[in-house]
Nanobody, 122 residues
């Protein structure tokens, strides 16, 4: 049984928007900080954004600040990533993750979704 399932990816034009969702099983989101990462072809997986479970404090990678917004609905066990003003360089597979801390390190995350493809055409 998948613990984290992403949805909402797709093909969008330069400047467009998408909203990603991540549905979590059980109490996963009530235990862990959660975040979004992405991996483009030939590149390493990188941190995008995260949100703490109680304080809702958010953190963003510099390359998405002002364009992306992360949120969560603990009652529905769901994490969201609103992506606006998308650029071709945002093309990647986007993953949600449940992590031991909010460091943004891939190695700090214990649970991963299967990923959802986001493609931005120029």
């Amino acid at each position: 049984q998948a613990l984290l399932v992403e949805s909402g990816g797709g093909l969008v034009q330069d400047g467009g928007s998408l909203r990603l969702s991540c549905a979590a099983s059980g109490r996963l989101l009530t235990i862990y900080p959660t975040g979004w990462f992405r991996q483009a072809p030939g590149k390493e997986r990188e941190f995008v954004a995260d949100i703490r479970r109680i304080s809702r404090i958010t953190k963003y990678a510099d390359f998405v600040k002002g364009r992306f917004s992360v949120s969560r609905d603990n009652a529905k066990n769901t994490l969201f990533l609103q992506m606006n003003n998308l650029k071709p360089e945002d093309t990647a597979v986007y993953y949600c993750a449940a992590c031991r801390d909010s460091s943004g390190r891939v190695g700090a995350c214990d649970y991963w979704g299967q990923g959802t493809q986001v493609t931005v055409s120029s």
